[in-house]
């Protein structure tokens, strides 16, 4: 879909001039082809044929023939470009809608538009192309280089374990099925699985877990950087993080009731998440930072899709190492993993953002609070809870949270205390219930 629609509106395109989306031309010479594919490779665009460079309406015999003619060049451009003629007093529009198959190109070449201006793309801008597009995916590309002796065996066997597969093929039959494994040779997503060392060949391919004892990246108490593949690097990341998050434990009637800091679905689900959309073209490194009152997991690469899409839509940048991981038990169902994290730590009390530049930045918040060992400050909380309550006794956990700007966990905790205190008392269900305040005179 065009971005703005002026093909019965050529008054509106002349006052427009030339930009983004519109380009002129007297007639339909050797450079349409060119203006075609620039389009296509961009957010699409109408050329009008019959308006001069300087937006003077010249006119254009529109016949059967040049109809024709312009149709052959969009065929003939690689892969074929599908157009729309629209004819408006002599003048003839020629709308191009955003390639679905980017990058695409012509005889001279691969274009973009640019502005009011179609520039011919370097190599570089092309292969960005292509694997924004879909068209390159580094997991699937052949490891050329790669040495059979580095194939680690034990890798493997515990990855068919994990993932429920018999061992009672060959190996290289099972390797082809996983299609790690091609007539070309042993893939990339092969070697981040099941290369003994995969930076020996993928640059990539480690992970770096830090913790700081602030908020602002100082003050570093630990770091660690390992490449132990795919599987390796999660278990490591998760167990790292599960190390260092601290859980408040609650024993009651024999039962054991854990509270933790950062709930480990969440975590874990944003750490697999970067692994498998990681960006291994940019040659960096995924980095896990624990600091003082959040976890930050970097993802470098930029989203495959609009940001309004984000938890909408998923696409896999590595549709390979995907589908290896969808077998075992670390994905339950591609796709649904943003959304996980956002219910673990709802439920946990946490907040978490997500942020996007030409990376994707997941940050936990601790569902902690600096006032958590300072007794006047809980003190404080509590008369703000009861006043709240006295307000509206119908006033959700949920939003006691929101207007303290705490946690669920913390206004539960206060609460279970005003009531030990015979201070509060529920009367009724969750739902249908509501508070009652014991003394009310003393508020």
């Known amino acids: 879909m ?29 450079s349409l082809a060119r203006e075609m594919v620039a389009f296509a490779n961009a957010s699409g665009g109408l050329v009008y044929l019959g308006i001069t460079d300087s937006g003077r309406l010249k006119g254009i015999e529109t016949t059967n023939k ?16 599908i157009i729309n003629l629209v004819e408006r007093n002599n003048i003839l529009a020629i709308e191009v809608s955003e390639g679905k ?64 597969i018999s061992y009672n093929l060959p190996k290289e039959e099972l390797l082809r099925n996983l299609r790690v494994l091609t007539d070309e040779g042993f893939t990339n997503a092969g070697v981040l699985y099941f290369a003994r060392e995969p930076y020996k060949y993928i640059i990539s391919s480690k ?21 132990r593949g795919v599987i390796g690097n999660i278990e490591f990341a998760i167990n790292y993080l599960r190390e260092l998050i601290p859980v408040r434990y609650e024993i009651k009637d024999i039962k054991r009731k854990e509270f933790p800091e950062y709930p480990v679905e969440a975590y874990r689900e944003a750490i697999v998440n970067a692994i498998i959309h990681f960006d291994y073209f940019l040659g960096d490194t995924i980095a896990i930072e624990k600091l003082k009152n959040s976890i930050i997991i970097n993802n470098k690469g930029e989203l495959l899709f609009p940001e309004t899409d984000f938890g909408k839509r998923s696409e896999a940048r ?4 995907v589908d290896l991981l969808a077998r075992t038990d670390f994905m339950e169902k591609a796709g649904t993993g943003i959304k996980r994290v956002k219910n673990a730590c709802n439920d946990n009390g946490n907040k978490v953002n997500f942020h996007f530049t030409d990376a994707f930045w997941i940050t936990i918040h601790s569902n902690k609070n600096d ?19 006295k307000n509206d006794g119908k006033i959700t956990v949920n939003k006691l949270a929101g207007k303290l700007n705490v946690s669920k966990s913390t206004v539960l905790r206060e609460i279970k205390e005003l009531k030990e205190n015979g201070k509060l008392e529920r009367i009724g269900n969750e739902k249908g219930g509501h508070w009652e305040i014991i003394n009310n005179d003393q508020i």
């Open 207 to 227: 992970i770096r877990c830090i913790h700081f004892n602030d908020n602002e990246r100082i003050d570093i108490l630990d770091k660690k950087e390992v490449d």
């Open 371 to 389: 006032t958590d060992n300072d007794t006047d400050n809980d003190t404080g909380r509590s008369q703000k809870i009861l006043n709240l309550i």
């Open 2 to 30: 065009i971005k703005q629609q002026f093909t019965l509106d050529i008054k509106a395109a002349l006052e427009l001039g030339e930009g983004q989306f519109i380009e002129f031309k007297e007639s339909a010479d050797k």
């Open 101 to 164: 198959n980017k990058p695409y190109s012509c005889s001279t070449g691969f274009f973009m538009r640019m502005g009011a201006n179609s520039q011919k793309m370097t190599r570089n801008e092309i292969l960005s192309l292509a694997i924004k597009s879909g068209k390159v995916r580094f997991d699937e590309q052949i490891c050329t280089n790669f040495n059979w002796k580095d194939f680690d065996d034990e890798k493997f066997t515990y990855y068919l374990k994990l993932s429920g």
């Open 66 to 81: 040049l109809k024709s003619q312009i149709q052959d060049i969009a065929r003939n451009c690689d892969p074929s470009i």
């Open 318 to 321: 590595n549709r390979l190492l």
